[in-house]
């Protein structure tokens, strides 16, 4: 509005209002909302020279962000400093309706912010001691994963039909959502389900197993059913709101590749579905690290008769999903309910490999499945 449209001062002033039209007319703004999801400490304005990590400070606290474009950030699931920092201008371009100057604007400022450069080994240690470990239910298992499932990573777990993958994906949802005193993060979980096997009633055998309350443990897992890879896609987009409401540590998508593979059937659409699974591959990893959670993927595996020695299947996806994962596990079926489990591929784990079992209570030792 230019100032000749302003309306004379005399006319801007108006009647006081009493108190219940006062309370009635308050509509909710973003900085209303966002305080509901993000820590306190965030609504502090932020400076440069604070010598606190500033990745998890909320965009509506950054320094020269107008409303109009901190709503747009938020509602495209760019809730903090560091989502907007680890992203792209053209990706911010796409899925908030900015222009590209500002994304680049935002982007700059943000990564100044929170010190995206190199950083010394030893504050890296640091940072990794901030990690978190899911435990699995088996011992063994755990031992072989140094402790379990990391957060801040993208793990896979691939396999043949039957051989645990889904089993391990609930067992990790309860690990997560049961409280401390149980062994469990006392956490939230988002379960991207592409095949229609989340069943709930396997999340309450494997709770009664601890003791946990099961209800509570329920409640704490948030399932999203995706339809088609670009559903499934949506969903990744659309998750951060529901991780930070539910203080998620955990993400399971199960699986990765089911969708892609069926609708990119046959050799002439090979590329275009590895170009999509790579963008996914990487908003994965983000997410993971930007919100510091514990993301697992599972894979089916692909059989290549023509292999004569060694291993004759092998994970989906083929380089682009083996250099996107943190971790890579590949499970096999033993003799009865007995399971092999085999890192593959991991920056701090020899390849080895440990047997579980799967039993009604979920994923125990061997010693404990009689
Ligand atoms: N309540 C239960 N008690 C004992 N074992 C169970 C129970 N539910 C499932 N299982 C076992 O878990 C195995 C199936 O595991 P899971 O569903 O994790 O396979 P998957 O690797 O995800 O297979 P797919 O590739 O088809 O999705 C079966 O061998 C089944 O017997
Ligand atoms: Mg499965």
Not at 200 to 211: D, L, S, T, V, Y
Request: glycine share 8%; with cysteine; charged share 25%.
């Amino acid at each position: 509005m230019s100032k000749k449209d302003d309306p004379p001062k005399t006319q801007q002033k108006k009647a006081p209002k009493t108190k219940s039209q006062q309370v009635k007319e308050k509509p909710k703004t973003t900085d209303d909302w966002i305080e509901e999801i993000i820590p306190k400490r965030s609504k502090t304005r932020i400076t440069k020279s604070s010598s606190e990590d500033l990745s998890d400070v909320a965009v509506n606290q950054f320094p020269g962000i107008g409303p109009a474009v901190s709503e747009k950030l938020i509602s495209a699931g760019y809730l903090t400093l560091a989502a907007v920092a680890y992203a792209s201008p053209i990706e911010l371009v796409e899925h908030c309706e900015i222009g590209e100057q500002t994304a680049k604007r935002l982007i700059t400022a943000a990564r100044s912010q929170i010190g995206i450069g190199f950083k010394n080994a030893k504050e890296l240690l640091k940072i990794r001691q901030k990690i978190q470990k899911i435990p699995t239910g088996s011992k063994a298992l755990d031992n072989l994963l140094v402790g379990g499932v990391e957060t801040s990573s993208l793990t896979e777990i691939s396999g043949e039909f039957r051989t645990g993958k889904t089993q391990i994906c609930f067992q990790l949802c309860v690990m997560t959502a049961m409280d401390k005193k149980h062994g469990g993060l006392g956490a939230g979980a988002v379960f991207i389900d592409t095949e229609g096997t989340f069943r709930p009633e396997r999340i309450i055998q494997i709770a009664n197993r601890f003791g946990a309350d099961a209800d509570e443990v329920l409640s704490r897992i948030n399932v999203g059913r995706a339809y088609n890879s670009d559903h499934q896609m949506v969903l990744v987009l659309e998750s951060p709101k529901i991780i930070k409401e539910n203080n998620a540590k955990l993400m399971i998508i199960d699986s990765l590749t089911s969708h892609f593979r069926a609708e990119y059937a046959g050799r002439g659409s090979l590329l275009e579905r590895q170009q999509k699974l790579n963008k996914y591959l990487h908003q994965l990893l983000r997410l993971a690290e930007v919100y510091e959670i514990a993301i697992v993927a599972t894979n089916q595996v692909l059989s290549k008769p023509d292999v004569l020695y060694g291993e004759t299947t092998f994970p989906i996806g083929g380089h682009i999903v083996a250099h996107s994962c943190t971790t890579r596990i590949f499970l096999r079926k033993g003799k009865g309910e007995k399971r092999i489990a085999r890192v593959i591929d991991s920056p701090h784990i020899p390849e080895i490999e440990t047997v579980f079992c799967i039993v009604n209570e979920g994923i125990v030792d061997v010693e404990d499945s009689s």
